[in-house]
């Protein structure tokens, strides 16, 4: 049993599009929602620097373009369906991804969604100087009392000992300083506290702009960052989706709901590397393939054709 699981902000790095973009199924599906968007996704994808695409507005539709065009080039414009993969999801903005592979929406709604989304997060940022970090290793307990105190949020827990941290920039460094006993923290180069309070006028935004979108139910199994359950309503995954913004992505539910559910091996759409990361510590056996380069291909294929 395959799925494909799609990464979230802070996968993308200078330059990650450039061997995508001589594949002409990748370049073509790039293009038709590079113009949907209003967004230069092969400049980004291909030259512009590491500061650039840390802006939310634009990173976020760039992750998600990544993803879906990806699929395209893998399947050979096939369905995830059709192609036999049976189930997916997505890590914070990678549900959007998730939601075109499902069938959810089209990949130009997809694009305008997280349009939107981009771009309503990133002026729910600029309102306050948030920040995010993880916090590796603990009791978790003691981590979200910890957080508590300090009046930040865990905005991503990501399995195997590690939460994500957000709230203010000055409680962020508050937390750097002093750690709780057995835990790391590393501060994350985003441009906000995302998955949090700080989101809630974005939430309100993009509940607005969903309700002009056509919605069917998802064609496979997808579960959401809203306790690892799986959806079987379009509706109901969409609102999920505009909650998520301003509530935490329990990403290791996700993990535990697909391993529960028989899955055998997981596909990570590009940008790739930190969810099969994730994978080898959350759910240990089983195989997985990080789609970083068109020369990962043959093996995503393989891993279909084995345990269709």
Not at 74 to 98: C, F, P, Q, Y
Request: net charge negative; aromatic share 4%.
């Amino acid at each position: 049993m395959i799925v494909v699981v799609c990464p979230g902000q802070g996968s993308q790095a200078p330059g990650f599009l450039t061997p995508w973009l001589e594949l002409p199924i990748f370049k073509s599906s790039l293009l038709a929602m590079q113009e949907a968007s209003g967004i230069d996704l092969v400049t980004h994808g291909t030259v512009s620097d590491a500061d650039t695409i840390r802006d939310t507005a634009i990173a976020q539709p760039l992750i998600v373009a990544a993803g879906v065009a990806t699929l395209a080039a893998m399947l050979d414009g096939k369905s995830a369906a059709d192609a036999g993969i049976a189930g997916v999801s997505g890590h914070s903005v990678g549900e959007i991804t998730a939601a075109v592979v499902a069938g959810v929406f089209d990949a130009e709604t997809g694009i305008k969604f997280v349009n939107e989304r981009g771009q309503a997060m990133a002026k729910a940022a600029a309102l306050e100087v948030t920040s995010m970090a993880a916090v590796l290793g603990g009791d978790q307990a003691e981590v979200e009392a910890k957080l508590a105190s300090l009046e930040l949020e865990p905005a991503n827990y990501n399995g195997s000992g590690q939460i994500v941290a957000a709230g203010t920039a000055a409680a962020i460094a508050e937390l750097q300083a002093n750690p709780v006993a057995g835990t790391r923290v590393i501060p994350l180069q985003v441009a906000g506290a995302f998955h949090t309070r700080f989101m809630k006028p974005a939430v309100e935004t993009l509940r607005d702009y969903s309700k002009t979108i056509q919605i069917a139910d998802p064609a496979i199994a997808l579960w959401s960052n809203n306790g690892g359950r799986k959806i079987s309503s379009g509706s109901e995954f969409v609102e999920l989706l505009v909650n998520q913004v301003s509530s935490p992505v329990r990403w290791d539910l996700c993990m535990e709901s697909m391993v529960k559910a028989g899955v055998t091996g997981i596909i990570e759409l590009a940008p790739a590397g930190t969810l099969v990361g994730l994978a080898k510590r959350g759910m240990p056996g089983i195989e997985s393939v990080a789609v970083k380069t068109p020369e990962n291909l043959e093996a995503a294929l393989s891993l279909i054709n084995n345990h269709g």
